[in-house]
T-cell receptor, first 115, second 117 residues
């Protein structure tokens, strides 16, 4: 079984401040990890993924995430948040060895960046 | 590249009617498409996996006679909500895997908002 936990329902930051959205996962074997962002009444937009290699992954819109195997975490970060980053963020995982390609999503974290 | 469209983007229907939602991969072929349901401010719940040319695989608790899925071509999957009721009102999102791309990536459609009166 595979699962994702996003411990914070909401994250509030001031524009220009660092933004962190937390994610921990549980999976058998090595994971594939993803971050998606969703704006109101829209589908999911891909931000970044970790499959193998460098633990620090850089993605779209200035976001990055760090894979930490010992802590089973994949926190999303942005050094300087923008008001336009306000949205719903989802972390997702699937097992490397899984052959059904199903993703398990976290409950989502609502990010609000105030001007 | 890797664009997925859904049609319609929103639909309002009367209770008891059926509604068909289309999911298309516009610039790639998708042997596998996934259908998700999302309630307001909640996560995506996988409903079924749609494989081209074969029957869909439904997740536990999802009624296959209620949510009919057809994946007749490599670029089109349809979800039909039969005899819709107000509790079926939700945001339905599809995703697709590129047959020739990274099998681990899913490309998501913009979603369809269904409201059943």
């Amino acid at each position: 079984a595979q699962s994702v936990a996003q411990p914070e329902d909401q994250v509030n930051v001031a524009e220009g401040n660092p933004l962190t959205v937390k994610c921990t996962y549980s999976v058998s074997g090595n994971p594939y990890l993803f971050w998606y962002v969703q704006y109101p009444n829209r589908g999911l937009q891909f931000l970044l993924k970790y499959i193998t290699g460098d633990n620090l992954v850089k993605g779209s819109y200035g976001f990055e995430a760090e894979f930490n195997k010992s802590q089973t975490s994949f926190h999303l970060k942005k050094p300087s948040a923008l008001v336009s980053d306000s949205a719903l963020y989802f972390c997702a995982v699937r097992a490397l060895r899984s052959n059904d390609y199903k993703l398990s999503f976290g409950a989502g974290t609502t990010v609000t960046v105030r001007a | 590249g890797a664009v997925v469209s859904q049609h319609p983007s929103w639909v309002i229907c009367k209770s008891g009617t059926s509604v068909k939602i289309e999911c298309r991969s516009l610039d790639f072929q998708a042997t596998t498409m996934f259908w998700y349901r999302q309630f307001p401010k909640q996560s995506l719940m996988l409903m079924a996996t749609s494989n081209e040319g074969s029957k869909a695989t439904y997740e536990q608790g999802v009624e296959k006679d209620k949510f009919l899925i057809n994946h007749a071509s490599l670029t089109l999957s349809t979800l039909t909500v039969t005899s819709a009721h107000p509790e079926d009102s939700s945001f339905y999102i599809c995703s697709a895997r590129d047959r020739q791309g990274d099998y681990n990536e899913q490309f998501f459609g913009p979603g369809t908002r269904l409201t059943v009166l």
